[in-house]
């Protein structure tokens, strides 16, 4: 009996001295290395012993815990607040976006019906006084000049010379839009009926090197044309500048070709024409402008063409 009441008795000392080990084990504690370091090392000075016993008992790793815990918890919900506050924004943003696209897209289709129809009555009226015009020159071409001072002589009884026929003008749509796929061929179009004598053809192949239409002698060499046409579609306030008419010359001389067109919707710079007017190229190289095509093609029976930028 007193062997198990001397084992009983080593268990409880054990137990006793482990104590705040035993505690600090139970919790979640942020000192817990510390308590069974000083437990197990300095425990027997018994002063020791009892400060791990009060750090085992102490709540303040328990209280930062939940500090840290409640902390945590504030940060994810306002993170989780913030992201929902996004989310609601870019939707609101989608919706104003949404319903701000149908107004302006009305109206830019209303701006350019309004700029177009703009565009045709500036053509009629430039287009009705370039007829009236050519119909003035003709008549003055056709009755001679009389002296103030003498009487007029009485024609001789001889044949009169045939007048010779003018084509008639285009009398229908005063204005015809036309889009870069169209241009060339309306192009081609238009220097078929004005040059009958000749073959038109356009150019698709890669040795062309920026031609798009050639024109050969009908009958005559099909492999030199006697023109090369170049086609620049743009808006009517646009110029040509100097380096496209440099390059349509350097090409001239790379065909053989005699006779050389630059045409475009718009106009030519000033430094472009001077090159024409100042070199030996006059009666060579041609720049026809929008009005000299439109008067072209209203000569030739066709309706005028002009290229109106729908580009947003």
């Not at 009629?124 to 007029?152: F, G, H, K």
Request: glycine share 6%; aromatic share 8%; hydrophobic share 40%.
């Amino acid at each position: 009996m007193e062997g198990i009441g001397g084992f009983f008795t080593v268990i409880a000392i054990i137990v006793l001295y482990f104590l705040p080990t035993i505690i600090v084990s139970t919790k979640i504690h942020r000192e817990k290395t510390m308590v069974v370091a000083l437990n197990f090392f300095l425990g027997w000075t018994v002063i020791c012993w009892f400060i791990a016993l009060y750090m085992s008992l102490s709540r303040e790793g328990i209280e930062q815990l939940q500090a840290n815990q409640a902390l945590t918890v504030e940060a994810l919900k306002g993170s989780h607040e913030t992201e929902l506050k996004e989310v609601r924004r870019k939707h609101r943003a989608q919706l104003e976006l949404v319903r701000s696209r149908a107004s302006p897209r009305d109206d830019g289709l209303a701006q350019r019906q309004a700029e177009l129809d703009r565009l045709k009555a500036e053509y009629e009226e430039r287009l009705a006084a370039l007829t009236e015009q050519q119909q003035s020159l003709q008549q003055q071409e056709r009755q001679p000049p009389i002296a103030e001072d003498s009487e007029p002589e009485p024609e001789p009884e001889t044949e009169t010379a045939p007048v010779p026929e003018v084509q008639p003008e285009y009398q229908g749509e005063a204005l015809y839009v036309v889009v870069p796929s169209q241009f060339e061929r309306v192009v081609a179009e238009t220097l078929e009926r004005r040059f009958d004598d000749e073959d038109v053809q356009i150019a698709d192949d890669a040795s062309s090197r920026g031609i798009d239409i050639k024109t050969f002698q009908s009958g005559g060499d099909q492999s030199r044309p006697s023109a090369i046409v170049q086609c620049q579609l743009q808006s009517h306030d646009e110029a040509v500048e100097y380096r496209a008419v440099s390059d349509l010359l350097g090409s001239m001389s790379l065909h053989g070709a005699q006779r050389a067109y630059l045409i475009t919707t718009g106009n030519f710079s000033d430094d472009a024409q001077r090159m024409i007017e100042s070199g030996t190229m006059k009666d060579r190289l041609f720049l026809i402008d929008g009005m000299t095509f439109n008067q072209w093609r209203t000569q030739s029976g066709l309706a005028p063409v002009h290229y109106l930028s729908l580009a947003g």
